[in-house]
């Protein structure tokens, strides 16, 4: 009987956890097929109608996975970072340096190693839509985007000083090394008198001074 109860709670568990993950693939492919549509008609223009059409699905549709269409931006950036997040574990192995890992983390501004050009169109609309409207979820959304690429650094910088590969200092540049990043990102976008290679070179400066010399 408790056996014969334990796998009907399963089953339903099973079928419960099956609708999340098919509705969180719907939120996604719907963002996804947007892509091209925000960079066309920018942030300000995006409207759920022109949305629902270009996902091919019905305007109640769209509510149905997005209160607005802040949400839907959300969630193609999010898609964005992801799949920058892939290639960079695809790229590193245990024998990639600390440094060169830096670079792969911050190629989604640098594109040396991949054309990122799409995807900083996509996050230069939405962070001139955020400077502009100042909404709250936007800010939050900000910081999580913030968070999650701090976290994948920190890791970075930490196995590093595990491995005793950089000095154990180099913890505190974290926010410093992430902040410098989006200085150079944005300085670039609002006076275009930055390059990208002058972050490389800031980068490569830092480790020359946090690395430990054989």
Known sequence: MTDSRSFI?????D?????IVDKNKKRRDIAVACTELLLEKGFKNLTITEIAKTAGIGK????DYFRNKEEIVFEIIRHLIDEHHEDLNKRS???TSCR????YLFDFYLCEFKDYSQHMEVYKEYMAATLSN?????SEFNKECTDFIHQILHKIIHDGIIRCEIKAVAKKLISGIQASERGFMLMDWAENSVSKQELKVYINTLFDLIEIKE
């Open 15 to 19: 079928k419960k956890m099956a609708i």
């Open 100 to 103: 060169q890992k830096t670079l």
């Open 9 to 13: 709670i399963q089953k339903i568990f």
């Open 134 to 138: 100042g909404d709250l979820s936007m």
């Open 93 to 95: 192995s245990e024998n």
């Open 60 to 63: 109640g549709t769209v509510y």
